[in-house]
């Protein structure tokens, strides 16, 4: 054997070494892979069941207003909000149950908000769209296509500003990425380093418009090169993958590096709970429920040997029980009384601040010329 091939003792046994610590290493990580499986699994069977006992509960005309689920994105929504810490802080969209649920708010305060009841995160007057709770850092679900992103931004500058370690996380929709307060935001924050991450839920419709429709670069992560924001695409249906991406993206924006982040997944019902989604065909229906997250984690974990079919029922089981304990809670519950319906507009006392309910004229009408007060 010549000098040239032969494996220097030392060497060799360093190598050894090294291929016995990544064996252990490799073994720990799948046991703790199987764990988060776990774990997510059963927080995505609840977020499952409860939205579609809210569907119920709108069905029942027992929600009123606007009513959007997270059908179909319980992998992404569970897999971003592992990634947090507990102090960072979350702006999210109208499509917020999940998101309220995952990050540890009361799910029969969620329930009841979706209710319009005292007990509600918002107190009654939030409804599905607007909840906030800063105990939780959810800083707000908004109505307002885009409205959450300059929020956000400036949240992200607030915490540079006072040299605070959290970071932002703020999620939309894949139609958001068009209007004008994305650009502004990115841009914002690329020129000032701030600690934020900018979420593209792409559940590839923008309501009935597919993004190809809407968007000439239908690979929407690659807007933040616009910007020189690092970016990153994430299968939207696996939630570690999402945790992982997740939590690089957080690790960046940790340190003054803002991200972007697209993560592609689908949403098995129309945009909100009335929309029949006639825009699509059978065989996309089809295609929906084949690669159902919640169906597809439920198979790897019996694949894996993770869990059997028995323990699989007893977690959803669990999670209908639970969905159906918080439509009982926000049932129970009282509407909120219409003299608290300006209690919280302002955190603070604002000047000139209009009570009027609706249907109030803005003055009282001056009488009519020549009639007594009275006649």
Same mark, same amino acid.
């Given at each position: 054997?010549?000098?040239?091939?032969?494996?220097?003792?030392?060497?060799?046994?360093?190598?050894?070494?090294?291929?016995?610590?990544?064996?252990?290493?490799?073994?720990?990580?799948?046991?703790?892979?199987?764990?988060?499986?776990?774990?997510?699994?059963?927080?995505? #069977?609840?977020?499952?069941?409860?939205?579609?006992?809210?569907?119920?509960?709108?069905?029942?005309?027992?929600?009123?207003?606007?009513?959007?689920?997270?059908?179909?994105?319980?992998?992404?929504?569970?897999?971003?909000?592992?990634?947090?810490?507990?102090?960072?802080?979350?702006?999210?969209?109208?499509?917020?149950?999940?998101?309220?649920?995952?990050?540890?708010?009361? +799910?029969?305060?969620?329930?009841?908000?979706?209710?319009?009841?005292?007990?509600?995160?918002?107190?009654?007057?939030?409804?599905?769209?607007?909840?906030?709770?800063?105990?939780?850092?959810?800083?707000?679900?908004?109505?307002?296509?885009?409205?959450?992103?300059?929020?956000?931004?400036?949240?992200?500058?607030?915490?540079?500003?006072?040299?605070?370690?959290?970071?932002?996380?703020?999620?939309?929709?894949?139609?958001?990425?068009?209007?004008? +307060?994305?650009?502004?935001?990115?841009?914002?924050?690329?020129?000032?380093? /701030?600690?934020?991450?900018?979420?593209?839920? =792409?559940?590839?419709?923008?309501?009935?418009?597919?993004?190809?429709?809407?968007?000439?670069?239908?690979?929407?992560?690659?807007?933040?090169?616009?910007?020189?924001?690092?970016?990153?695409?994430? =299968?939207?249906?696996?939630?570690?993958?999402?945790?992982?991406?997740?939590?690089?993206? #957080?690790?960046?924006?940790?340190?003054?590096?803002?991200?972007?982040?697209?993560?592609?997944?689908?949403?098995?019902?129309?945009?909100?709970?009335?929309?029949?989604?006639?825009?699509?065909?059978?065989?996309?229906?089809?295609?929906?429920? +084949?690669?159902?997250?919640?169906?597809?984690?439920?198979?790897?974990?019996?694949?894996?040997?993770?869990?059997?079919?028995?323990? /699989?029922?007893?977690?959803?089981?669990?999670?209908?029980?639970?969905?159906?304990?918080?439509?009982?809670?926000?049932?129970?519950?009282?509407?909120?009384?219409?003299?608290?319906?300006?209690?919280?507009?302002?955190?603070?006392?604002?000047?000139?601040?209009?009570?009027?309910?609706?249907?109030?004229?803005?003055?009282?009408?001056?009488?009519?010329?020549?009639?007594?007060?009275?006649?």
């Amino acid at each position: 054997m010549s000098d040239q091939t032969r494996t220097p003792r030392k060497a060799s046994a360093r190598s050894e070494a090294g291929t016995r610590a990544k064996s252990v290493s490799a073994s720990e990580t799948a046991t703790d892979d199987g764990d988060r499986l776990i774990d997510f699994y059963r927080q995505m #069977i609840f977020i499952r069941r409860f939205e579609e006992r809210a569907a119920r509960g709108y069905t029942q005309a027992l929600i009123g207003g606007y009513c959007h689920l997270n059908l179909g994105e319980e992998a992404a929504v569970v897999g971003l909000m592992a990634a947090l810490s507990p102090t960072d802080y979350l702006f999210t969209n109208y499509r917020e149950h999940g998101y309220a649920i995952t990050r540890g708010i009361d +799910a029969n305060r969620v329930m009841a908000e979706l209710y319009g009841r005292v007990d509600g995160v918002s107190k009654g007057w939030g409804g599905s769209m607007h909840m906030f709770d800063i105990t939780h850092r959810l800083l707000g679900g908004y109505g307002i296509v885009g409205g959450q992103l300059p929020l956000a931004t400036g949240a992200a500058l607030a915490i540079d500003y006072r040299g605070g370690g959290e970071i932002v996380m703020c999620t939309m929709g894949d139609g958001t990425t068009n209007v004008g +307060a994305f650009h502004e935001s990115l841009n914002i924050a690329a020129l000032w380093n /701030l600690p934020i991450v900018y979420v593209i839920i =792409n559940n590839q419709l923008g309501m009935g418009t597919t993004v190809e429709k809407s968007s000439a670069e239908p690979e929407l992560y690659k807007r933040g090169s616009a910007y020189r924001i690092a970016s990153e695409r994430v =299968n939207g249906l696996d939630p570690l993958a999402v945790a992982d991406a997740a939590t690089r993206a #957080i690790g960046s924006a940790r340190v003054g590096k803002p991200f972007l982040l697209e993560v592609v997944t689908e949403r098995l019902r129309g945009h909100s709970v009335v929309d029949p989604a006639k825009y699509r065909s059978a065989e996309e229906v089809a295609g929906l429920k +084949a690669h159902d997250p919640v169906h597809t984690l439920a198979e790897r974990l019996l694949r894996e040997g993770l869990l059997d079919a028995d323990a /699989l029922a007893k977690l959803d089981e669990e999670a209908t029980a639970r969905s159906d304990a918080a439509a009982a809670f926000a049932e129970a519950s009282a509407l909120p009384d219409v003299s608290t319906l300006f209690d919280y507009t302002y955190a603070t006392p604002v000047p000139n601040d209009s009570r009027r309910l609706p249907g109030q004229p803005l003055f009282e009408p001056a009488p009519m010329p020549g009639l007594e007060a009275g006649e």
